[in-house]
């Protein structure tokens, strides 16, 4: 069966779009990662600047908020405590502003940050995020462990 020309055409067309999407999104992790790697190299103590920096980068970017969570995230494995109580804060205040319009951002952010399995960053997300509805839960204890499903007091 010989396929016409015009439709090898379309098929070549939509394979460079695909592609180029990809290398866009690789390119946007790639970026991602450098802003975050800077930005904990100019905040080594943490702070506000830091907790600054993050949300900047976390709301400078569209497309899916977990994603874009996990890149940061991915970017800071080797942060020192102060750095992720400042992370923590960060996807925090992403989290709440996705929570009314992008519910299933929110819960995507939510995910990356207990996927860390990092008990710092955790628990300093659990603080800034403030109160949540009974049964979102977020691992507690030191080992990144178990599920508190209660609502704060």
């Known amino acids: ?3 016409p020309k015009a439709s090898f055409r379309y098929i070549s067309a939509a394979a460079l779009v695909g592609i180029a999407i990809f290398l866009s999104a690789a390119s946007a992790h790639a970026s991602i990662a450098t802003q975050t790697t ?5 905040h080594p103590y943490g702070g506000n600047g830091l907790e600054a920096a993050i949300t900047s980068i976390l709301e400078s970017y569209r497309g899916q908020p977990g994603t874009i969570a996990k890149g940061v995230l991915d970017a800071v494995t080797d942060a020192n405590e102060e750095q992720m109580i400042a992370i923590g804060r960060a996807m925090a205040a992403y989290a709440r502003a996705l929570a009314k319009n992008d ?3 929110d819960g995507a952010v939510k995910a990356a940050v207990i996927d860390t399995r ?3 960053l955790q628990k300093s997300f659990k603080s800034a995020r403030g109160h949540r509805k009974p049964g979102l839960a977020i691992p507690s204890g030191n080992d990144g462990g178990g599920l508190d499903t209660t609502s704060p007091s």
């Open 1 to 3: 069966m010989r396929v």
């Open 38 to 42: 800077d930005a904990l190299d100019s």
């Open 103 to 105: 519910p299933a951002g």
């Open 118 to 120: 990092n008990p710092v």
